[in-house]
């Protein structure tokens, strides 16, 4: 799925998590897979809801904290997504580069 993801075919790995995750609900590389390529296709709120179940399977998980907190900054939730990353850098050490920039959020 990772090249589906890189070379933008999101719909095709809407289709792929779909069906995996049919079979297997808490499979957690579809619902990973399936909320980053809702994010890149702009669907924001359907994403956060992937992001969620991904938690829910993987609660220590940094970059899965990191993609439902810029899927709440492009809905403008600000605080919310503040308080993601901050766990995702609690999560990863604060040396990581998680894909924000100290600019985001709102400020």
């Known amino acids: 799925m990772h090249d589906l993801l ?7 790995i809407l289709d792929y998590s779909s069906t995996i995750l049919a079979k297997d609900p808490l499979n957690l590389k579809a619902l990973k897979y399936r909320a ?11 994403a956060i809801s992937y992001y969620d179940k991904a938690i829910e399977v993987e609660p220590e998980s940094p970059s899965t904290y990191a993609g439902k907190s810029r899927a709440l900054e492009k809905l403008g939730r600000f605080e919310e997504a503040r308080y993601c990353y901050k766990l995702a850098k609690g999560l990863a050490g604060e040396t990581s580069n998680l ?9």
């Open 36 to 46: 980053y390529a809702l994010y890149f296709l702009g669907r924001y709120d359907e």
């Open 6 to 12: 890189t070379s933008g075919r999101y719909n095709e």
């Open 99 to 107: 894909g924000h920039d100290k600019n985001e959020f709102g400020s």
